[in-house]
């Protein structure tokens, strides 16, 4: 498939496994570009297959997973840190 295909494979992927909208799905993809995710998949045919498609979808959406986790805890320590200490 081209490169194209795969990236509209992937954002369908991610669309269908963890029903997310069209637009958050097309944020995901387009944010990994930005971070030259796919560049490697650009360079070599043989990784744009629906099979890869599946574990780049996986990928992407675990990472900002973890991401979304991590800026949860910050945010509570930065409250923590606010508050008054008991008495």
């Known amino acids: 498939?081209?490169?194209e295909e795969f990236l509209d494979e992937v954002t369908t992927l991610l669309h269908e496994i963890y029903?997310?909208?069209?637009?958050?799905?097309i944020k995901l993809v387009v944010d990994a570009q930005d971070a030259e995710y796919f560049v490697a998949h650009d360079d070599n045919e043989e990784m744009r297959t629906p099979e890869q498609a599946r574990k780049d979808a996986?990928?992407?959406h675990e990472a900002k997973q973890n991401k979304v986790q991590t800026?949860?805890?910050?945010?509570?320590?930065?409250?923590?840190?606010?508050?008054p200490p008991r008495a």
Request: net charge positive; glycine share 0%.
């Open 1 to 3: 498939m081209t490169y």
């Open 58 to 60: 996986v990928a992407l």
């Open 19 to 25: 029903d997310l909208d069209d637009a958050a799905a």
């Open 71 to 83: 800026q949860k805890k910050q945010q509570q320590r930065v409250q923590q840190k606010k508050r």
